[in-house]
């Protein structure tokens, strides 16, 4: 993980290898930001226009380096795009300054130390700055590197590894001895950590991450950071009656698990349960996927990565909040002993439900896990899952679907979301596709319409909700894992989408304000 300081050095005097400035796009050509004063002084008050003699405009995610002048200790400066000038003085979006952050960071790969003198004059600015700079020093290199046992045997043969992260961040024009700005880098640090499990394990081979070696995961962190696991397997959940987790899970050599976990604060006024799709992959089952859609469906347990990071980070914050998460972990694979479109299931709450096709399993690990978490009713739940393709092609790559059984709760977390620079958008639930998941034989179906198949899930779910929660089911099948180019602090790969989502509700949830 890169370190991160709050420095009391000046640009100008930091020794590092790289000083990190922002510059906004303006009418007449680049404007640079605040924080960049120091650095523009050294160059004699001309560094806009060096920087427009270079092509740099200030749009948002271009970047610029350049060497620096003799009067400053870093050798090089990183001029890094924020987009439009903002209306009013120092009023940069945060999600701006995030993503500039984290093109920088992804820029200095790696570099030791750089100095970031992005905007950060309120605690906001720099938390922003922080968790962008953060969030883009990420690399999943568990797998490259180490030796080459076919190479020739001299002191050369070892293979150096991939190009490591940023090693330090510090970030300049805050308030080091502030308490605030102390603890906006405190939490900064937490929520990112976390982010950035969820997204080693959401990047982790299926080979090596299956239910068990996922729950043991579960298991670990919650001794470290005083989260309560409890941990179903096999035995327990056929006891229970969890037919939909064993009718997923059954076609798989590694058995299905239910993991618990629990952070309690002992002046928490309300309880928030997060539940979350853990397929550690996902063939599609007896109704196997196409070739081309399974190379990346070790994604498919990205809602249990973010409950699991928002569970812990809420404990390491020390919110005062009950939070509740729940992981439905299960492979799912074709065998001779795999659920069969056709059979039925009988689920945890009771109902009966027809497979008409097992790769529609998402919705059925999630339906025992929402009944789970109903018994122990909490005043809200919130579920996260990578689930149906239909809401990918509805909102795209990068924008989840958030629907609910409560309008206002919808808008809260949507406000939520967009707050913290999340992408996402409401989506209805409209009654008359319920009709579509009648069953001639069991009381209901996994599978409905095809148009507006995103919402059909949805429908699906709500069914296995407690009578008088709160209950918001957020789609990100579209943004949790990334398979282009990189870009702000969105790296290849697993993103931990809907994370910080998480974590801001209870926060919220914490101060009273559950919506």
């Given amino acids: 993980m890169t370190a991160l300081t709050l420095s009391t050095a000046g640009a100008a005097t930091l020794r590092a290898d790289a000083l990190v400035v922002g510059v906004a796009k303006g009418v007449k050509g680049p404007v640079l930001a605040p924080g960049s004063e120091a650095v523009d002084k050294a160059f004699d008050g001309k560094l806009a226009a060096v920087l427009a003699t270079l092509g740099a405009t200030g749009a948002e995610g271009e970047l610029t380096k350049l060497p620096a002048a003799s009067g400053l200790k870093a050798p090089v400066v990183v001029a890094v795009g924020l987009g439009p000038v903002p209306d009013k003085e120092d009023a940069y979006d945060a999600e701006a300054l995030r993503r500039a952050a984290g093109t920088a960071a992804r820029a200095l790969f790696g570099s030791k130390k750089a100095g970031f003198a992005l905007p950060a004059g309120s605690v906001e600015d720099a938390a922003a700055v922080a968790e962008g700079a953060l969030l883009g020093s990420y690399a999943f290199t568990a797998y490259q590197g180490g030796e080459n046992k076919l190479a020739p045997k001299d002191a050369k043969s070892k293979d150096s590894g991939p190009k490591q992260p940023l090693a330090e961040v510090a970030l300049l024009g805050g308030k080091p001895r502030d308490k605030a700005y102390k603890a906006a880098v405190e939490r900064a640090l937490a929520l990112v950590e976390e982010i950035n499990r969820a997204r080693d394990l959401i990047n982790t081979p299926p080979n090596d991450l299956y239910p068990e070696s996922f729950a043991a995961v579960a298991a670990t962190a919650g001794k470290e950071h005083g989260v309560k696991v409890q941990v179903l397997d096999e035995k327990a959940l056929v006891k229970g009656g969890y037919g939909g987790i064993l009718g997923v899970g059954q076609g798989s050599t590694h058995g299905p698990r239910l993991v618990k976990l629990a952070y309690t604060h002992p002046k928490a006024e309300k309880t928030l349960a997060l539940v979350g799709k853990g397929i550690t992959y996902d063939s599609g089952g007896i109704s196997l996927k196409p070739a081309g859609h399974n190379e990346t469906m070790k994604c ?34 074709p065998s001779g002993n795999a659920t069969r479109p056709g059979d039925v299931l009988r689920m945890y709450s009771g109902k009966t439900v027809e497979v008409l096709n097992t790769d529609a399993e998402g919705r059925l690990v999630l339906a025992d896990a929402l009944t789970r978490a109903s018994e122990e009713k909490p005043d809200a739940i919130v579920d996260v899952a990578t689930l149906t393709g239909a809401m990918v092609m509805a909102l795209g790559s990068r924008t989840f679907g958030i629907m609910a059984n409560d309008d206002a709760f919808r808008t809260s977390v949507h406000e939520i979301a967009e707050e913290v620079g999340e992408a996402s958008w409401p989506m209805p639930l409209p009654a008359d596709l319920r009709k579509g998941m009648d069953s001639p034989t069991a009381d209901m179906a996994n599978m409905g319409e095809r148009m507006g198949g995103g919402l059909v899930a949805g ?57």
């Avoid at 779910?461 to 209950?471: H, M, N, S």
């Fill in 300 to 333: 498919d347990m990205s809602g249990a990565a973010a409950v699991f990071a928002a569970v812990v980070t809420a404990a390491r914050l020390g919110l005062k909040v009950n939070v509740t998460g729940w992981l439905a972990l299960a492979e799912n694979m």
């Fill in 459 to 515: 429908l699906f779910l709500k069914e296995f909700v407690g009578e008088g929660i709160a209950w918001a089911h957020l789609d990100i099948a579209g943004p949790a894992y990334h398979e282009g180019a990189p870009y702000g602090y969105t790296p290849k790969g697993g993103t931990g989408s809907a994370v910080r989502t998480l974590v801001r509700l209870a926060e919220r949830t914490a101060d009273g304000d559950l919506g």
